[in-house]
């Protein structure tokens, strides 16, 4: 049994993510998932939502069929996965290779007070993500499960799906630029076709 | 002389199409629709245009945010009642002005024979005003293909959201006996 106060560290989790990025690219979900990327440091192929819960997953996948030769990863809290629960069901269909979904799971919406979400109940992210045809799945709780996640990122041959266990803590907030129409120009150049 | 013409035309849904194809459009999202249901097959038969079936509408705002981040143009399919689902998630193409075409198959209006499509059908052009979404519309079948063609050249060189509201009569109104 796993306590509640050995869950992962969220910023570390991300620093270990990003720590061999290359050229991969990332789409953060509204709220703390996006100043962890930040705190790990801003970079333009970085595209954090600040708003349109529900959306990152879906950004990711529209990414990933437009760049087969890129490995996309979207970072995105239990709360805002929740709210976009469908977009699993039409990525599950889709399973573009080079697109990889993982989810900060603490349990709680961390933005708004700290409320308990579904996923601190009854409700397993991996289990959905499964059901829905994700052929490879990751329920990470340790070190050594996130270190093989972050490696198969970069040579998955279906979509993956991790949920990542992380303490119901708030780190200070690191903001990155919150400019959409900044964020959404500077992404293209940095990732140009020569 | 007028028959003759009539026959030589393609129907509009594949002139649509080629509208779509010639502004280089790359993937579309979709929520099947009736009045759709011709563009959906001719999308799914083209490799050069991959067709993404999604649960609810918003998921295809935000699959054409990331397509366009990835240098690629994307269109949405849906009906007038997955207008209202969009609402919040148009927050993302406006914040960031990401270019946006929607092609929206229009229910609860002409000859509906179901009152549950009128409360959303009836407002639909209302709703994406609001949301600062361009309405062009289209009655005629002989003006679809221009009118989307027109639609696609403001969308992505003004990187601004517009919806092409088909009208119930242009698309027929759904048979509920036979």
């Known amino acids: ?194 | 002389m007028t028959e003759i013409a009539t026959a030589e035309r393609p129907d509009w849904r594949d002139e649509v199409f080629g509208a779509l194809k010639a502004a280089e459009i790359r993937q579309i999202g979709y929520v099947p629709d009736a009045g759709h249901a011709r563009l959906i097959e001719l999308c799914r038969d083209d490799p050069a245009v991959p067709a993404v079936s999604l649960t609810t509408e918003e998921e295809g705002v935000a699959l054409a945010a990331g397509a366009w981040l990835g240098g690629q143009r994307a269109a949405l399919l849906m009906q007038s009642s997955g207008v209202g689902n969009c609402i919040n998630m148009l927050s993302l193409t406006k914040t960031c002005r990401f270019p946006l075409l929607m092609l929206v198959a229009m229910r609860g209006e002409w000859a509906e024979f179901n009152p549950w499509q009128v409360p959303m059908g009836s407002k639909t052009q209302a709703a994406f005003e609001l949301c600062d979404v361009l309405i062009y519309r289209v009655e005629r079948a002989e003006e679809a293909a221009e009118t989307v063609a027109a639609a696609l050249d403001i969308t992505f060189n003004g990187d601004l959201a517009t919806a092409v509201l088909l009208s119930q009569r242009l698309i027929g109104a759904k048979r509920w006996t036979k």
């Not at chain 1, 990889?100 to 601190?120: K, L, P, R």
């Not at chain 1, 490696?151 to 907030?173: K, V």
Request: charged share 25%.
């Open chain 1, 1 to 194: 049994m796993i306590t509640k106060d050995r869950r992962l560290d969220r910023r570390a989790v991300m620093r270990t993510l990003l720590e061999n990025r290359g050229e991969l690219l990332l789409v953060t979900g509204l709220g703390s998932t996006t100043w962890d990327a930040a705190a790990v440091g801003d970079d333009h192929r970085n595209f954090y939502l600040w708003g349109a819960m529900g959306a990152a997953a879906m950004v990711g996948l529209g990414l990933a069929i437009a760049r087969t030769d890129r490995r996309v990863l979207v970072v995105t809290g239990d709360g805002e996965m929740l709210m976009g629960l469908g977009a699993l069901a039409t990525i599950g269909v889709q399973r573009p290779p080079n697109l990889a979904i993982s989810v900060f799971d603490n349990g709680h919406y961390g933005e708004t007070g700290m409320q308990a979400s579904h996923t601190a109940e009854n409700v397993e992210l991996v289990a959905v993500a499964r059901a829905c045809g994700f052929k490879e799945t990751f329920d990470i709780i340790d070190e050594l499960g996130l270190r093989h996640f972050a490696a198969r990122i970069y040579n998955a041959s279906t979509t993956l799906f991790a949920r990542i266990a992380i303490r119901a803590d708030e780190p200070p907030r690191v903001l990155p630029p919150r400019d959409g129409v900044f964020l959404k120009t500077r992404f293209p150049r940095a990732i140009v076709v020569e």
